[in-house]
């Protein structure tokens, strides 16, 4: 079920320094292999290793760090569960696309862990606070439907084209002017974290430099 062991944490950041270095790359599609898109931290790799110290999340192998260090689009295909850091791992991306048979849970409260990548800020800034708290504090799932009428994916597709779906976006993407969407991509993710005049003087100095 893909759960993050370290290893694959760090195959994962490794993976995208280099992604980030290949200049013929203009998108990246992340999704799962088998049913499940990512079960969340390996819980059985945490035990033995000691806790969550042996996953070093927030230095080397930080897969947020190395992911919004990408500057180009990230099209996340999720294909079956994504649980608590798997859910953390899709919010990473830049368009979500769910198969019918995705499903998403915060199981964080259940395990009595509190998250690190970013879900407690994100989810309520997409969903709106009164889902997010629901989905935070009792860990039930978020059905593809409910995903798609809440706006937390683009949209729900049929299983057996979910990656061909993610692949006409990255098509299309690539059909595009790509240092317009790198840029337009910088503008975004900041403009999230900005009031609105905030974001339209950003916006308005940066269409003065992509002029010049």
Known sequence: RNALSPQLLTQLCEAFRRLQDDRDVHAVVLTGAGKAFCAGLDLKAMAEGGGLGAYAIHGEHDIMAAMDAFDRPIIIGVNGVAATGGFELALMGDILLASEEARFADTHCRVGLAPGWGLSQKLARI????????????????SAAQAEAWGLVSRAVPSDTLRDECSRIARDIVDCVPETVKVYKTMVNKGLSMDLAAGLTMERNVMTYVNR
Request: proline share 6%; hydrophobic share 40%; glycine share 12%.
């Open 127 to 142: 969903i709106g606070p009164s889902r997010a708290r629901e989905a935070h504090f009792t860990g039930n799932f978020i």
